[in-house]
């Protein structure tokens, strides 16, 4: 299920994704999805954490898979060479 958020200063909303933790990436990619950069990375104020936004497609299918920082995920994101943007 998505989530309406408001961008900081705007009155424009976006979809985003429920946070998940690396195994459900990883689950995720098992399933044939692939990634495509760059991940953008984003500080969620309000739980004082930060959130890597990650582009995955299964075929023509886009979905976002965003996952909450950790020293694993700062490891998959060197060890599959994955450009970060902040967003």
Do not use: C
Not at 26 to 48: C, F, M, S
Not at 58 to 74: I, M, N, W
């Amino acid at each position: 299920m998505a989530i309406r958020t408001t961008l900081e200063g705007g009155a424009r909303s976006r979809m985003s994704s429920p946070v998940v933790g690396l195994p459900e990436l990883q689950a995720h990619l098992e399933e044939g999805w692939n990634i495509e950069g760059p991940v953008y990375r984003t500080t969620d104020r309000k739980h004082g954490r930060v959130i890597f936004h990650f582009i995955t497609w299964y075929g023509r299918t886009p979905r976002v898979v965003s996952v909450a920082d950790a020293p694993e995920v700062q490891q998959f994101l060197n060890d599959h060479k994955l450009e970060v943007e902040e967003s």
